[in-house]
């Protein structure tokens, strides 16, 4: 098993919108509508801000959607704000019991 | 609202074993999937392992021949062992609840693996 590819970072100006990609095969991303993002800021937990490819959790504002296309996640934040800079990561199953991890992207707002 | 708190040693000798517990407050750990889930300085996450409340486990398979994972039901809590550890070992260790971990973490605990 190998962890879900994302790129190593993004960024965008306050307002704009960022797509960030999450990469994998049939038999995870692919094959199955659990895919998670989570939100990172330095020194914290992660915070999950979509859940089951595209469901988004109560008080995680609506700038935050979630869409898959086959092997690929993605995870667009629209309006981009200050407190949007952070660490993002993508989860996926992956069958027979396992999970894996993308291995991160780093969002800043220029 | 269901909180999770990760406790152990936060420092372990190089070929020891790593125990940490997670304790669930607030709900009942006997309705779901409860994971680990670790991330060495300046890396990125990794899937240790879950337990179901019946106490079916799966482990990463990268770690499977080191790792034990257990419930106990009448602490609501449910814990990880690591053992023959060494340096890459080094991480903060969350827990989590649910298989694809959602919205309930533990605030993560630091172990250093080091003589």
């Known amino acids: 098993q190998s962890a879900l590819t994302q790129p190593p970072s993004a960024s965008g100006s306050p307002g704009q919108s960022v797509t960030i990609s999450c990469t994998g095969t049939s038999s995870d991303v692919g094959g199955y509508n659990y895919v998670s993002w989570y939100q990172q800021h330095p020194g914290k937990a992660p915070k999950l801000v979509i859940s089951?490819?595209?469901k988004r959790p109560s008080g995680v504002p609506d700038r935050f959607s979630g869409s898959k296309s086959g092997n690929t996640a993605s995870l667009t934040v629209s309006g981009l704000q200050a407190e949007d800079e952070a660490d993002y990561y993508c989860?996926?199953?992956?069958?027979?019991?396992?999970?894996?991890f993308g291995g991160g992207t780093r969002l800043t707002v220029l | 609202q269901v909180q999770l708190q990760e406790s152990g040693p936060g420092l372990v000798k190089p070929s020891e074993t790593l125990s940490l517990t997670c304790t669930v407050s607030?709900?009942?750990?006997?309705?779901?999937?409860w994971s680990w889930i670790r991330q060495p300085p300046g890396k990125a996450l990794e899937w240790i392992g879950s337990i179901l409340y019946t106490g079916t486990t799966n482990y990463n398979p990268s770690l499977k021949s080191r790792v034990t994972i257990s419930l106990d039901t009448s602490k609501n809590q449910f814990s990880l062992k690591l053992n023959s550890v060494t340096a890459a070992d080094t991480a903060v260790y969350y827990c989590a609840k649910n298989r694809v971990p959602g919205a309930y973490w533990g605030q993560g605990t630091l172990v250093t693996v080091s003589s």
């Open positions: 089951e490819v595209s």
């Open positions: 607030g709900g009942s750990i006997s309705n779901s999937y």
């Open positions: 989860s996926s199953y992956a069958g027979t019991d396992t999970v894996l």
